[in-house]
């Protein structure tokens, strides 16, 4: 499988931004799609899923300022980034993963295809 991430960049507080994710490779199924985030000195988080049935979830961190679509006749995933604080600042990776639960709820080690990664700024 191949993930293919694009969109980060910097922009102020306030401020919105758009990634994607095109995805190509992956077996089908009950699979969960989402997006993790990565701060210099933290660990990885998952931020919003989705899964093969088209349901979501959000971290409480992003809740109300992050979307997750996803364009089917693309295979494209987007997180869509409102309302951006400096805190957001991270590495964002998207990645895809095989869990029959509540996706928010899976082990990063069920997710064996990730994406290089776009880093986002936010500054104040």
């Known amino acids: 499988a191949q993930l293919v991430e694009s969109g980060g960049g910097s922009v102020q507080a306030g401020g919105s931004l758009r990634l994607s994710c095109a995805a190509s490779g992956y077996r089908y199924g009950t699979y969960c799609m989402g997006w993790f985030r990565q701060a210099p000195g933290k660990e990885r988080e998952g931020i919003t899923f989705?899964?093969?049935?088209?349901?979501?979830s959000y971290a409480d961190s992003v809740k109300g300022r992050f979307t997750i679509p996803k364009d089917n006749a693309k295979n494209t995933l987007y997180l869509q980034m409102n309302s951006l604080k400096p805190e957001d600042t991270a590495m964002y990776y998207c990645?895809?993963?095989?869990?029959?639960?509540?996706?928010?709820?899976?082990?990063?080690?069920?997710?064996?295809?990730w994406g290089q990664g776009t880093q986002v700024t936010v500054s104040s």
């Open positions: 989705i899964n093969s049935v088209g349901a979501t």
């Open positions: 990645a895809v993963g095989y869990y029959s639960g509540v996706c928010s709820r899976a082990p990063v080690s069920l997710f064996p295809y």
